[in-house]
């Protein structure tokens, strides 16, 4: 018979429990019922609340942000174009009209960019907030950084670049298979039982590697004067623009994973599952 706390080992106690959960029962000197939200030392109660609606809104703009990309890259091409036109020595009404047009998509196209980013942005740190907190809920022993992090992670210098990252990995643990946070809570151990995160690694290395090329490379292009360095420039920041669909793709199947993981685990199995979908 199995647990019927966690669905997931094998029953030892009369009361229908295994070892695991009871061990960890103890060791936490019996916490707020999940069903009403824990309380983290020093902060507000956490609730589950469902991430479906949010996780969608954030699919659905980070869908804007590969748009707005692959206009820049439209963009870019013509303006490549035009300074190809420039290099070999071509010359008059026309290609200057050409390269005011050029110019102008290009720059219609840095301000679809950003304001597409902007909102994303927005939705996306609204969603990862919630799934923070829902994380707390299932697991509230495992996580390494506060809630303030989940936001503040992202702004704060230097450590923006792996706040981020760790807060969603605990997010991921905890919203997952229930024997990997038990088993990391009762080593008090955060690598035993640390599972892999190809996803997660694979958006975070993308996304951090666009930063740094954008950055570069932008600047680049804004000290270029001629047409040469300017092509060249637009190469680098064209290849930004590549790397930066490659992150969103990533990162829309991150969000869709972690948001249809949370809620399967607060709708399905057992008592303890159940007890936390009716606050959804």
Known sequence: MLCKMCEFNTATTSEGHCDVCTQVAAAQAAP??????????????????????????????????????????WAGTLQRSVMDDIITGDHGADIQRDAERADSLYGYSGIAQITALVATCAVFLAWFYRVRVNAEVFEPHIHHKTRGWTIGGWFVPIVNFWFPRRIALDIWDASSDRSVALNRTLTLDPKVSRTSHPLINAWWTVWVANLLIARATYQTYEGAEEAEETKSALTGVMFS??????????????????????????????????SLAQSL
């Open 241 to 274: 623009d590549a790397l930066d669909i490659a992150a969103a793709v990533l990162a829309i199947v991150f969000v869709l994973r972690l948001t249809r993981m949370q809620d399967l685990k607060a709708r399905s199995g057992g008592p303890l599952q159940q």
């Open 32 to 73: 707020p019922s999940r069903a009403s939200g824990s309380v983290p030392p020093g902060g507000r109660p956490a609730h589950l609340r469902s991430p479906v609606g949010l996780g969608w809104a954030v699919v659905a703009l980070l869908g804007l942000v590969i748009l707005a990309d692959l206009y820049s890259l």
